[in-house]
């Protein structure tokens, strides 16, 4: 054994999965995990800059660190942050402590980067600006009852706020055969939840396999719960709301993160989609699938939104009732088109978040009133004493009392009250 290794992962799915792979290059170097970073002599950040906030959480941890940190720990930043023109070299001044900062098309060869500087202790910044070679990394994955599957990396979509594809390239996807063949492998390994990664699931390609195709490829002859994000509404086919209803495996739920309820900012978003377009997607999904839990993502305060803009965004999250949406304000991403745009003022942005997350809050209060009664199939993924935690069908969160269920069953229960958006449930005959 070298010594042991502490890793801090911010932002997406995908990041946390990437940080798995990060380990395992790590495990693979001869080092073990440890949970206290105080203990760790190699310790990584894998960062985010989807928004300001973000990238200031990394910059305070980072601080916090350097205090604590043992003598001679390497500390490495990769990640999203990194990947930014300059940002490296911004880092590498502003926190001298940092021994090695990569990127993320280079993060694969974390291994030789911290040979290299435990061999010679000369610091590492090293940033590519493109993928050069594509690599499959042995993933340490969580032991957790989900485990998680990339079938494409990057993104195309240049939405005007959205630093993500200038972070991580254009779109890559992995080929068919290695993503059937590693979801065969987790269920057999004791997984009994796999959700596929992609930034826009639904333009997967490879040869002439579509997404649709793939899902109908995963549709193995096991009990194992499926699931995919993010979905882009744009490319959201009937076939896919179809492979939905028919499916024995998929998870009825959908995250379609409709960003805006105004098509002035859709369009000025690079969305390529309108707000009927959308409400008619989401009224077919309905149609095939009546019981799909739905999810969103929402932005407010995007360059030059209007009361009325808001006020359709407003419109839309109570016409749709998501069961759970995930709301933001707009951060100016420099580098992004939006970022030249005219910004609005704190003040009215965030004015706007408080009613949005108000309607939301009654609205998912209302809906786990609505279940009260209901019987779900739930998949623990936790259990505290004899209080098992999981998630129905549809992707609401349910908690219940059993002595006899693990971890990884699938239990039939009843909810019997919601305490706001609370469920409990007990089990049902
Ligand atoms: N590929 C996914 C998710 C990308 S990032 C998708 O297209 O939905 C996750 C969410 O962060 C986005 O859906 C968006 O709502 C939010 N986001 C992205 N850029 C942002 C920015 N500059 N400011 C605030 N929120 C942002
Ligand atoms: Fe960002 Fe848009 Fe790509 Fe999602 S689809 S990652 S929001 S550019
Ligand atoms: Fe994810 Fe943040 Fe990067 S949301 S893709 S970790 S910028």
Same mark, same amino acid.
């Given at each position: ?56 959480? +990394? ?19 990769? *990640? ?35 040979? $290299?500087?435990?061999? $010679?202790? $000369? ?23 989900? &485990? ?5 990396? *990057? ?36 997984? /009994? ?144 088109? &939006? ?8 003040? $009215?942005?965030? &004015? /706007? ?26 998949? +623990?993924?936790?259990?505290? *004493? ?10 609401? &969160? ?26 409990? *449930?007990?089990?049902?005959?």
């Amino acid at each position: 054994m070298k010594g042991c290794y502490h890793i801090h992962t911010y932002g997406c799915q995908m990041n946390v999965h990437e940080s798995e792979k990060l380990a395992g290059i790590l495990e693979t170097c001869g080092f073990v995990a440890c949970d206290d970073v105080k203990d760790a002599d190699i310790i990584v950040m894998n960062t985010c800059c989807v928004r300001e906030t973000a990238e200031t959480k +990394v910059l305070g941890h980072l601080g916090r660190i350097k205090s604590i940190k043992k003598s001679g720990a390497v500390l490495v930043v990769c *990640g999203c942050m990194t990947q930014q023109p300059g940002a490296a070299e911004k880092l590498a001044k502003r926190c001298a402590f940092v021994d090695i900062i990569i990127g993320t098309f280079n993060q694969h060869l974390l291994g030789e980067y911290v040979d $290299t500087f435990l061999g $010679t202790g $000369t610091r590492i910044i090293d940033v590519w600006d493109k993928e050069r070679e594509v690599s499959d990394t042995p993933a340490v994955r969580a032991q957790n009852v989900n &485990a998680w599957v990339n079938i494409m990396y *990057g993104c195309n979509n240049f939405c005007t706020y959205c630093i993500v594809p200038y972070v991580r390239g254009r779109e890559r996807c992995r080929p068919v055969d290695d993503i059937v063949s590693d979801v065969e492998r987790l269920i057999a390994s004791g997984h /009994r939840q796999i959700t596929l990664l992609g930034q826009n699931v639904n333009s997967y390609r490879y040869g002439d396999v579509d997404f649709v195709g793939l899902l109908k490829m995963l549709e193995l002859d096991k009990k194992y719960r499926l699931k995919f994000m993010t979905s882009h509404p744009k490319d959201f086919s009937p076939a896919l709301a179809e492979r939905i209803a028919q499916s024995k495996v998929l998870s009825h739920n959908l995250h379609l993160p409709v960003q805006a309820g105004s098509d002035r900012i859709l369009a000025a978003m690079n969305r390529h989609y309108t707000r009927g377009e959308y409400l008619d997607k989401i009224a077919a999904v309905r149609s095939v699938v009546p019981d799909i839990g739905l999810s969103s993502d929402v932005m407010v305060g995007f360059p030059t939104e209007t009361e009325d803009d808001f006020a359709q965004t407003l419109d839309l999250v109570q016409q749709v009732e998501y069961n759970n949406l995930f709301m933001f304000i707009y951060s100016r991403r420099s580098g992004t088109p &939006a970022a030249d745009m005219p910004q609005l003022d704190y003040k $009215t942005k965030q &004015a /706007r978040i408080d009613s949005l997350i108000k309607a939301q809050f009654e609205i998912s209060k209302s809906i786990a009133n609505g279940y009260i009664g209901k019987n779900f199939e739930v998949l +623990v993924a936790e259990k505290k *004493g004899n209080t098992c935690f999981g998630k129905a069908q549809n992707d609401a &969160a349910i908690s219940f009392e059993s002595d006899t269920a693990n971890i990884g069953d699938f239990v039939n229960v009843k909810v019997v009250s919601a305490k706001n958006a609370n469920l409990k *449930g007990e089990v049902a005959e």
